[in-house]
């Protein structure tokens, strides 16, 4: 047993590291770690299962800290604990450019830090996402490898954002009782106190939602462990309330906004170091609390070698599979699987909706990759993400490999990220391309911390038809194409969405979005190639010697563009056509490749039914443009292609005037 005393030297560790560094830098939050540090001490000393000299160990308990504005209390306790890649210097240069202690924790950057955090709310779904796939993976692979919490820290600010609705009623729902998160309850805001804004019941919220919730002072270590304890024999996932103090010691700021988002000041310093019992200068710690720290760091070394001896002792075959689902491979067959099925293809030239294509294509990858885990958000016979292979999961059966995730886009997407950052399964959903905005911070993040996460986005334009301009995207893929280290396909028929499908499975370190029709649509990869020509992100579709026109296209308009080129080819004007299916893919390739596709062709063209932005690195700003300029409208998709000129005759008009 720790004593009191010695608990509250611990505590203090994080609380005087937290505030000099944030002292030092001259920017950031000291309130939450001052007053969070009780808590966290408690955690990490007594209930983490977690190994510094092993972090990626695949069976540690898993710590979000979704109030990322709090980073300093992240980094204090990874150096504290003995993460080789966290040293005092590291503290010192806190938000300093190039640093591994950034304003708000970012994966990657160093060891123990699970997931990217700052964008409020975002770490409870992360955390979500994790306890998923815990409970997925101990299914299939049984607690002996695969049994641990994970646990979250959020703040007022988390559970005011909408995104914490979501997660926390999916996670109600699905019983993930191993996901336990802590309310950092310090009742102010940057703003204030918290009153000014809410007055929300958070017990009466979470228990709606079928959590189990706990109040507790937490401050006192014995209630902490208490709460923590009685979490863990829960049936339900857990919130517990900690009520805190914001700054707690400094003595005129703390309980107030002043603690919150600005360095405390040396004299405000000064007077806590006296308030504590503090009597260490800056980054200076006493060498018994050090190695209590670091003693706490091991306490997790024998549970890590006993797993290790677990694994060592199964079957061979279920070894490898782990391991080459946590090292993030694919199986060794998968590319002749593709191979195989593409030769299928161009035997049978499908005429086929894009989004119907990719549910063939995910019955051939769900039958050869069995780490993926699909799922929709209520739109599962609209996106078509489900195949004969993944049942469905429920709150009482966790065997399946589909997740019904409600009318919920927000969540979805950040648990999805948490799913993947945990390791050993292949999140991919379901949705409207139109409702991507709701997916937009999650999708940002993914590609920020560079994880294979892949959204399928059906009804990719105006062909969406009846349902109209609220349902039908025109600025969303330029939006998407705007974010780095995200690749945005939009295949052309049953082909190309076959090779999209593999690149995106192929991505480690970059999210993918599948954009996908409604309607049916011609095959134009009539011949089979082993070479997968998506990867380049445009090739020649249909080539020619020396152009007069090249006619650059994407996703359904392919289609047209071919019908066009038959047209002017008849009148005697070369025409090529270049299919797009992947901007991102194109400008990683190197520039001879590029110069060549894009080509020297008087006249460019390019074709989408969308706005413009983008499409002028391909034609030029004073190539021809069809697509749209505005929203859509309710009608036939096939009337409103006509409506709005997105056909091939409109591409042919606009040639021959150009040429005129």
């Not at 092993?54 to 306790?77: E, I």
């Not at 123990?112 to 979500?128: D, K, R």
């Not at 959590?211 to 979490?231: L, M, S």
């Not at 700003?621 to 006509?642: E, N, P, Q, R």
Request: with cysteine; hydrophobic share 40%.
């Amino acid at each position: 047993m720790t004593s009191l005393e010695k608990h509250n030297r611990m505590a203090n560790a994080i609380r005087f590291l937290s505030m000099d560094a944030v002292q030092k830098a001259n920017s950031g939050h000291p309130g939450l770690p001052m007053g969070a540090a009780d808590v966290a001490t408690v955690l990490f000393t007594k209930f983490m299962r977690f190994d510094p000299k092993n972090p990626n160990w695949p069976n540690r308990d898993r710590f979000v800290l979704s109030a990322g504005h709090g980073s300093m209390l992240l980094y204090s306790l990874l150096y504290l604990l003995g993460y080789e890649d966290m040293t005092l210097e590291d503290l010192k240069n806190f938000r300093q450019l190039g640093s591994k202690t950034a304003g708000h924790p970012e994966y990657g950057h160093a060891s123990g830090i699970e997931t990217t955090t700052g964008p409020l709310g975002q770490g409870i779904a992360n955390a979500v996402g994790m306890a998923i796939a815990e409970r997925k993976l101990a299914d299939e692979f049984g607690e002996g490898l695969m049994d641990h919490y994970t646990y979250a820290l959020c703040g007022d600010g988390c559970l005011m954002e909408g995104i914490s609705q979501e997660a926390i009623t999916l996670a109600g729902h699905l019983k993930l009782s191993k996901l336990i998160l802590f309310w950092d309850n310090n009742s102010i805001t940057i703003d204030g106190a918290v009153s000014l804004a809410d007055s929300t019941d958070q017990h009466a919220r979470f228990r709606a939602a079928n959590w189990h919730t706990i109040d507790i002072d937490g401050h006192n270590p014995d209630e902490v462990a208490a709460a923590i304890e009685e979490a863990q024999k829960s049936d339900k996932p857990t919130m517990i309330a900690c009520k805190t103090t914001i700054g707690y010691g400094a003595p005129k700021k703390a309980g107030t906004n002043k603690a919150h988002g600005s360095p405390l000041g040396d004299e405000e310093i000064a007077e806590t170091r006296k308030a504590l019992g503090w009597e260490y200068a800056p980054f200076e710690l006493p060498e018994d609390i050090l190695d209590a720290w670091r003693v706490a760091g091991l306490r997790s070394t024998k549970s890590r070698v006993e797993w290790e001896q677990r694994l060592d002792g199964t079957k061979a075959e279920i070894k490898a599979e782990f391991n080459r689902r946590f090292a993030g491979e694919l199986p060794g067959s998968f590319d002749r699987t593709v191979q195989k099925y593409k030769q299928k293809l161009a035997d049978e030239k499908p005429t086929l909706a894009s989004r119907k294509s990719s549910q063939n294509a995910l019955e051939v990858i769900n039958g050869a990759i069995p780490e993926t885990l699909g799922g929709s958000a209520d739109l599962t016979g609209s996106n078509n993400t489900n195949t004969s292979q993944t049942p469905s999961i429920t709150p009482d059966d966790f065997s399946g490999r589909f997740i019904h995730w409600g009318i919920r886009e927000h969540a979805m997407a950040a648990a999805m990220n948490g799913i993947a950052l945990h390791g050993g399964l292949i999140p991919y959903s379901g949705g409207f391309l139109i409702f991507s905005d709701y997916c937009r911070t999650s999708v940002r993040l993914a590609a920020l911390m560079g994880i294979r996460v892949i959204h399928v986005w059906t009804h990719d334009s105006i062909g969406v038809g009846e349902d109209g301009p609220t349902h039908e995207p025109v600025e969303q893929m330029a939006s998407l194409r705007a974010i780095p280290n995200l690749l945005m396909f939009r295949p052309a028929d049953a082909m190309e969405t076959a090779e999209c499908w593999q690149l995106a499975l192929e991505s480690q370190h970059a999210p993918s979005g599948i954009a996908l029709t409604r309607q049916n649509l011609p095959a134009v990869r009539l011949d089979y190639s082993e070479k997968n020509l998506c990867a380049t992100g445009a090739y020649d579709l249909i080539p020619a010697n020396e152009a007069e026109v090249t006619i650059f296209a994407s996703g359904s308009e392919v289609g047209l563009a071919v019908e066009a080129q038959k047209v002017l080819d008849g009148k005697g004007i070369a025409t090529r056509v270049v299919s797009v299916p992947c901007m991102e893919l194109f400008f990683e390739q190197p520039e001879d490749y590029q110069k060549a596709i894009i080509g020297n062709s008087p006249i460019k063209v390019g074709v989408e039914a969308a706005i413009r932005m983008g499409w002028d690195a391909f034609i030029g700003t004073d190539g021809i443009f069809i697509g749209m300029d505005g929203y859509g409208a309710s009608g036939k998709g096939s009337d409103l292609f006509k409506h709005f000129g997105i056909t091939a005759e409109a591409i042919v008009e606009a040639v021959e005037k150009k040429r005129a």
